[in-house]
């Protein structure tokens, strides 16, 4: 589910080499990244072949504007604000298009298949959360992915999602405090740690 794992430094290292021209670097970041930008365009348009696309013309135009760009502390963080507001331009210029255009499906939807299931009592735990977090708004979803899928920092999200530090702090109390209280209704031990059992089932190490 995850994108190629290399660690910070040497992503620093790629990057500066990427900013001084050397096209090989281009291709790691990409082999780094695809798979989590696709897996997030998808939760936003649940369209493939306009993800795919959406993801090769973005890291195009990065490479096309190497030179000008500043200094990125985060470059997956980078990558997803620019792929989410292409998308969202692309989606918007298709429904302008066509009256009968819709998305694919609910934006930001989880089913069990988006957590990682180690066991059976895993497999009822995510069946559990999955159906919980369908209670939640498309922002909450959202904020929750970018959290505990993506591991950004609450100032990155800020920036994917345009709003101010506190108000995403908000925006994910308010969802964890709805998934803790649903999972404390079916008898869930691990609900105590909502956010330690959220990085657990997306996979992140904590």
């Not at 030179?67 to 507001?85: P, W």
Request: net charge neutral.
């Amino acid at each position: 589910m995850k994108s190629t794992d290399l660690k910070s430094n040497n992503l620093q290292e790629v990057w500066r080499n990427f900013k001084g021209g050397d096209f090989a670097s281009l291709g790691i970041l990409f082999e780094t990244h695809y798979k989590e930008l696709f897996y997030y365009g998808i939760k936003i348009a649940g369209m493939p072949e306009l993800v795919k696309d959406t993801i090769q013309d973005l890291f195009a135009n990065v490479w096309e504007r190497r030179n000008k760009m500043a200094q990125v502390e985060n470059f997956k963080a980078y990558l997803i604000i620019s792929l989410r507001r292409e998308l969202i331009r692309r989606i918007n210029k298709t429904r302008n298009e066509s009256s009968v255009y819709q998305f694919a499906e609910p934006q930001f939807s989880f089913s069990v298949e988006d957590f990682l299931i180690s066991d059976e009592e895993n497999l009822k735990h995510s069946k559990i959360l999955a159906h919980s977090m369908e209670g939640l708004t498309e922002r909450q979803r959202e904020v929750i992915l970018l959290r505990f899928y993506h591991d950004l920092e609450f100032p990155e999200i800020s920036l994917v999602l345009e709003m101010n530090i506190q108000s995403v702090r908000n925006l994910l109390f308010r969802a964890l405090d709805h998934i803790r209280k649903d999972l404390s209704g079916h008898g869930l031990t691990g609900a105590g740690n909502i956010e330690m059992f959220l990085w657990t089932l997306f996979g992140i190490k904590k």
